[in-house]
């Protein structure tokens, strides 16, 4: 179990043993590119905990060739989803702070180091980061980067325009200490929105968060259109379940993607019976997205792709929000009755 005994002093020099919490659902390729850059982390003083969630593609034979090379241990469990695992892994974990990372992401060299040094200055319970696309990366993957990131499609409430004393880490790239595992109890068993679940109770308990801006990872999310629309959707969903769980917690930023969804058809239908000058707002900001996406990746393509995935983005996330709105706001479901067959299972 994470260790507890928070003090000022560690705090304030914060030279603790971290644990990073890495649960796995089918990705031994993805988790091999990870521990390869755990691996060459410039601060070795960590531990990794991967936890398989009920995989049927088991990451075990990846986890044995790094045996020599970090302090690694592997668990293996029923399938139970994200947060559970995590918590899972809390329970497993020997460091006095515990980092949470997603299986298809990869680091730079001098993440931890970062980390280590920002929390030395100026500490912080619980901490999250963004999250970026790497050179190397397809260009679908760095359009759906662009989607997932850019202020057009966000509002920034992922990528590190919130602000910093609201900033609710995202368990992508998050961290916090024993005391808030041991105050919140960790992660709910929500399939999606849990990290935001926990993030505000993190802040509800009276814990300080922080974004630290330059420890970033690299996400890669080896998906499809039709799965990434099928997360946004979900993440809709959260959304308003969220909102039921933390009343006042929805914000009219939440509520964009829902009147996108509503607005351009509306305006799209309007613009063959009443002017083509209707047509013009979603003209204008399909331009915008492929500009600012193709200008930020010196590609044209990557400009075309970003038009159609944050167009996804939007109406996935837009469609999963109204569509719980309905069900839990309008007919009074309740949230695992509402969405049990996609949601929880």
Request: charged share 20%; proline share 4%; aromatic share 14%.
């Amino acid at each position: 179990m994470l260790q507890s005994g928070t003090n000022t002093r560690w705090r304030r020099r914060f030279k603790v043993k971290i644990s990073f919490i890495i649960p796995v659902f089918n990705r031994p390729k993805e988790t091999e590119e990870l521990l390869q850059s755990l691996s060459l982390q410039t601060d070795r003083g960590f531990e990794v905990i991967i936890v398989e969630d009920g995989s049927s593609v088991s990451c075990k034979p990846v986890v044995e060739k790094y045996r020599d090379r970090l302090d690694i241990s592997y668990f293996f469990k029923e399938n139970s989803g994200p947060g559970p695992s995590r918590n899972y892994g809390c329970e497993k974990a020997s460091g006095e702070y515990a980092i949470f990372l997603d299986s298809d992401c990869v680091l730079p060299e001098g993440y931890l180091n970062i980390v280590r040094e920002t929390l030395e200055r100026s500490y912080t319970d619980a901490f999250g980061g963004p999250d970026r696309a790497r050179s190397d990366f397809t260009k679908f993957q760095k359009a759906i980067n662009f989607s997932m990131t850019s202020f057009l499609t966000t509002g920034g409430i992922r990528g590190g325009d919130e602000k910093m004393e609201k900033f609710h880490p995202r368990s992508f790239n998050m961290g916090f200490s024993k005391e808030v595992f041991g105050s919140t109890g960790g992660f709910s068993n929500m399939r999606f929105g849990e990290d935001v679940d926990l993030s505000i109770r993190i802040l509800e308990k009276g814990f300080q968060t922080q974004l630290i801006r330059e420890a970033f990872v690299y996400h890669k999310r080896r998906t499809n259109l039709r799965q990434f629309f099928k997360q946004v959707y979900n993440s809709g969903i959260a959304r308003i379940n969220l909102h039921k769980r933390h009343p006042g917690t929805l914000k009219p930023v939440h509520t964009a993607p829902a009147l996108f969804t509503l607005g351009i058809p509306f305006l799209l239908l309007l613009s063959p019976l009443v002017s083509w000058f209707f047509a013009v707002p979603v003209l204008l900001h399909m331009l915008l997205l492929f500009l600012t996406a193709a200008l930020k990746n010196s590609s044209l393509t990557i400009g075309f792709l970003a038009v159609v995935t944050s167009y996804t983005q939007l109406f996935g996330y837009g469609t999963g929000f109204l569509n719980a709105f309905w069900r839990r706001m309008i007919l009074g479901r309740d949230e695992y009755s509402a969405f049990n067959k996609n949601f929880y299972n």
